[in-house]
């Protein structure tokens, strides 16, 4: 099997998505708009795409499945703080003193994802 799409419920599909395009710096799907039901935030293979999908009601409860994200151009505290100018909150921080931990984050829609150290930052 193949992993295609992480699909996250939204309750405006396109914004969410636009938001998770700049932050990943992937593109939106082809021909995707504002008032779309679905919404595809195109991944370079073989990753998966972030796909939105419209749903009528409001979050209310912790995510059950959440996605863990590795900076590659930055430091994990600066991609926080980049992705905080971008409209996501901090929702736990989980960093340690002497370097290590996460930040659990939330997107425009309060969806939870963290932000881990960097591979150049556990290597040194």
Partial sequence: ??????????????????????????PLGEGDEPGDDEVLVEAPAPVPGLLFIKVPESKTAKNR????????????????????KL????????RKPEGPGWVTMLDP?????CVERSEAERSS
């Fill in 109 to 113: 829609e309060q969806n939870e994802f």
């Fill in 1 to 26: 099997m193949i992993l295609r799409h992480i699909t996250i419920d939204a309750e405006n599909p396109y914004e969410l998505a636009q938001f998770w395009s700049t932050a990943t710096g992937w």
């Fill in 87 to 94: 409209g996501a909150g901090i929702h736990e921080d989980h």
């Fill in 65 to 84: 499945v959440h996605i863990d994200w590795v900076p590659t151009e930055r430091t994990r505290d600066e991609e926080v703080e980049r992705l905080q």
